[in-house]
């Protein structure tokens, strides 16, 4: 069967709100290590290597009130350690994603206390969410949730609730990943009580509101994803990154520039950072109201925004992306031009553009100088701080002056993958492009930035590796190819 079928079957499930429920008691068996006897069993997954699906065993090395720890036979993760990350989910992850994520739902005439209730009874109905601890030194650190999984339908599917996190040979454990998938699980849930079978949340919504799971669930942020984001794929702490946020790219069309193999990292960079400014301004209930929300695309987060940030004209989507962006330009200790003096937020920094020209697709913006009036397509919009002006007047978008910061952005709020881009000119002055500079190193008499730089997180960023990513972006794009034959 192929799997665009098994795509098919798994709607008509959802679809018909069929909850077809089964025993995996065929599946396990009992063995005994070291002195200790545990449960084993066959689970599905994906290869990395491949993209085929296939089965491994694990053994259950963990157990909680809330949780399972399943541990592919392949690792050597410990029974100690698996039995910590068991503690540490219902202790901690768990309490922390409900207290932002945990809506009462009623899904199918029945009352749920939660999300996690919810996708319990989609799955095995055991009370516990299952935990897979996968072996697999191309991705360590990644993850992923199906809702396939819940169901009987396909032949691939574990039923169960289950996330499946990636481990390599040092047997790490990316508590981040965990508490990322677990959102993602919660958030199916959630869509499919308020809008449906075919409500799923746009892709950077889901994927914003896991990233700013990764700080709820842990209280630690990925500082990596700072790191990224500063570096804008220029290759100063990433040699060799094809990013392009320093080119405009960043969530809102999520996963577009393929053809720059980096790119995916700067849609969870700049989401993340997204997320977690919405997060420090307007509190943890934002993620909630965003969560719930009836609309599934950028509305759900304009509206959200503007009910708890009433006067700021939020209810416009380009409002709310300036803002977030002179946020990163400025990154001042208080006000909404900055993240309140975040610990590691703060130090988010952008690069400014040369001369020439830029291709921006929906959303996309870029900071540069202002030199002289140009043109360019009317989807491209242009805002200014001018610091020669009064301070009611600084922030405009009619009046540059010699030195003002030029926000360029596409502000279309057509997402979809075929939205073409738009060639905004930034001088018309003899191409520079792409010439950079660290707009932190522009450091004015009238102290209009404060100065800051990736060395600053060197405290935290150790690793040189690429940051990790959700494997649900390699699910999805075999499935558009295959959905294409």
């Known amino acids: 069967m192929t799997r665009k079928t098994l795509n098919a079957l798994v709607l008509i499930i959802l679809t018909g709100f069929v909850l077809s429920l089964s025993s995996c008691n065929d599946l396990f068996s009992s063995g005994s290590s070291g002195g200790g006897t545990y449960n084993q069993r066959t689970f599905w997954t994906l290869s990395l290597i491949t993209g085929d699906d296939y089965t491994l065993q694990a053994r259950l090395l963990g157990t909680g009130t809330y949780c399972n720890v399943w541990v592919d036979t392949r690792s050597n993760i410990s029974a100690s350690a698996a039995q910590n990350l068991a ?12 207290s932002a994520f ?13 999300p996690l209730a919810l996708i319990d009874r989609l799955g095995d109905n055991d009370g516990k969410l299952a935990i897979l601890l996968v072996y697999d030194p191309q991705a360590p650190g990644s993850g992923y949730f199906w809702s396939g999984d819940l169901y009987v339908g396909p032949l691939t599917s574990n039923h169960s609730d289950i996330i499946k996190i990636f481990v390599g040979p040092d047997g790490h454990i990316n508590e981040g990943t965990v508490v990322h998938e677990v959102q993602h699980a919660m958030n199916y849930a959630t869509g499919l009580a308020i809008r449906g079978s075919d409500g799923h949340m746009d892709t950077w919504i889901n994927e914003g509101l896991s990233a700013a799971a990764e700080w709820i669930g842990t209280q630690n942020h990925n500082v990596s994803r700072v790191a990224w984001f500063n570096d804008g794929g220029i290759g100063v702490t990433w040699p060799g990154n094809t990013g392009r946020i320093a080119y405009g790219n960043n969530f809102f069309m999520w996963d577009n520039h393929r053809n720059y193999p980096d790119a995916i990292y700067d849609d969870y960079a700049t989401v993340y950072l997204f997320f977690n400014w919405m997060r420090v301004h307007a509190g943890e209930n934002i ?39 002179y946020a990163n330009l400025f990154n001042e200790p208080t006000g909404i031009f ?21 291709d921006l697709y929906p959303g996309e913006a870029v900071f540069s100088i202002w030199e002289e009036p140009i043109s360019s397509p009317t989807i491209i919009n242009r805002w200014y701080y001018n610091h020669n002006l009064p301070l009611d007047q600084r922030f405009n978008n009619d009046n540059p002056g010699e030195g003002s910061y030029m926000l360029t952005y596409n502000s279309s709020t057509n997402n979809d993958t075929t939205a073409p881009f738009a060639t905004a000119l930034l ?59």
């Open 87 to 98: 503690n540490r989910y219902d202790n901690i992850f768990r309490p922390n994603m409900l």
């Open 427 to 485: 001088s018309t002055s003899t191409p520079e492009y792409p010439e950079h500079i660290r707009a932190s190193s522009l450091v004015a008499s009238n102290q209009r930035l404060a100065s800051r730089s990736t060395a600053s997180l060197g405290e935290y960023v150790q690793r040189t590796d690429r940051p990790v990513i959700d494997i649900s972006d390699l699910r999805r794009r075999l499935l558009e190819e295959q959905n294409a034959e």
């Open 287 to 325: 993620l909630e109201a965003i969560t719930t929300s009836t609309f599934n695309d950028y509305r759900a987060v304009t509206n959200a925004m503007n009910n708890a940030l009433p006067g700021l004209g939020y209810s416009n989507w380009n409002y709310l992306l300036q803002d977030w962006m």
């Open 102 to 114: 945990g809506t009462p739902l009623n899904f199918n005439n029945q009352p749920y206390s939660n």
């Open 338 to 358: 900055g993240y309140l003096n975040d610990p590691v937020l703060r130090h988010a920094d952008v690069w400014l553009l040369g001369r020439g020209n830029v």
